[in-house]
């Protein structure tokens, strides 16, 4: 089990997490922080293991912390549990106040690799995000939907980024374009949305291992991800780590069957960004056949003629339109009647 989550304050509403390349362009700017002296500085201790915990003395302040060698700020991912590390790394944290307007110095420690570790790539390695904040809160979110799927006891569960958090279900936590035809396709079925914004692969490994999902009782698991790691990562990278989600789930629900879906195409036009998401599919597609994985390639259907994505299907070329949602729930549907075990309409 993890360790008892610290969380911050819940913010209002959640919102577009608008994906271009690179990810966070569109993102809004973060607040800034004052550095005062009454917040401590978190320590760092790492076992030989590899694990690394950090520790706040400060009462009631939020640690935020980094692997990637970014200096923490009010959005950065919150320490919720101790972060596996034996391959080795930069960590950097800081001390919060809970309004995230105060913050303490930074601390800094570099690990090297435990005996016999490899080098991971960073979709591997799983951590905590808060990119959109304050339109919403990552950790709040996290509670909020592992509640959730634990007490419906969910058969059937969405899992993904802001694509699918846009689709609907609750928690209505922020504009959901898809929303009516989530409740046409899903309101009368056991179904719960663990989609969040700003995901990248390694952020939503680290929830499926922080029991978002371990309280469902899964027939099917739906899983859309990726799109968020084009611009940083590789198409082996990033098929790496979906192939780990895809383990996750089977570990933890292994009754259910997985519907993988191919990463939708992205951007009014055929580019590189489309040409690296073909590459991933084409790697994950591998999977299909393997642990109860069905791979499910519907992302032809977004498409002009022409290879085009218009806005009336995509409004920001990204994100499904309530036509675009219906598309997609559409061409799902015949596969979900099936392995749900349910009679055909």
């Not at 291992?209 to 899983?223: F, W």
């Not at 098929?239 to 997985?258: L, Y």
Request: hydrophobic share 40%.
């Amino acid at each position: 089990m993890p360790p008892r989550l610290r969380l911050p304050a819940i913010a209002a509403l959640l919102a577009l997490p608008l994906l271009s390349v690179p990810p966070c362009a569109q993102a809004a700017p973060p607040p800034k922080a004052e550095v005062v002296a009454s917040l401590a500085a978190p320590t760092m201790q790492r076992d030989a293991q590899g694990t690394v915990t950090l520790t706040g003395a400060t009462p009631g302040a939020v640690i935020r912390y980094s692997i990637d060698g970014s200096d923490p700020g009010p959005k950065t991912g919150p320490y919720l549990a101790p972060i596996v590390l034996p391959a080795g790394g930069v960590v950097k944290a800081r001390a919060f106040s809970e309004d995230r307007k105060q913050m303490s110095e930074l601390v800094e420690t570099k690990f090297e690799a435990t005996p016999g570790a490899t080098a991971q790539p960073s979709t591997l390695v799983p951590c905590t995000q808060d990119r959109d904040w304050p339109i919403y809160d990552w950790a709040v979110r996290h509670a909020a939907v592992t509640k959730i799927a634990t007490e419906k006891k969910a058969s059937l569960v969405f899992i993904g980024d802001s694509i699918t958090q846009m689709f609907g279900g609750e928690p209505h936590d922020r504009p959901q374009p898809g929303k009516d035809v989530w409740e046409q396709f899903y309101g009368k079925r056991n179904a719960a949305n663990l989609g969040f914004g700003y995901d990248f692969v390694e952020n939503t490994l680290w929830r499926l291992r922080h029991g978002e999902l371990d309280g469902a009782a899964a027939k099917v698991v739906v899983i859309l991800i990726g799109t968020n790691n084009v611009s940083r990562n590789t198409p082996e990278e990033i098929a790496a780590g979906v192939r780990a989600i895809c383990a996750e789930v089977h570990e933890r629900q292994p009754a259910a069957k997985t519907v993988l879906m191919a990463v939708f195409p992205r951007g009014p036009k055929p580019d590189a960004p489309r040409a690296k998401i073909d590459a991933i599919n084409k790697l994950i597609a591998d999977l299909d056949g393997k642990n109860g994985i069905i791979f499910f390639d519907i992302g032809a259907k977004f498409l002009e003629p022409d290879g085009s994505i218009t806005r009336e299907t995509m409004g920001d070329f990204l994100h499904p339109t309530a036509k675009g949602y219906g598309i997609w729930a559409r061409e799902l549907e015949p596969l979900l009647t099936k392995l749900l075990g349910e009679a055909k309409p």
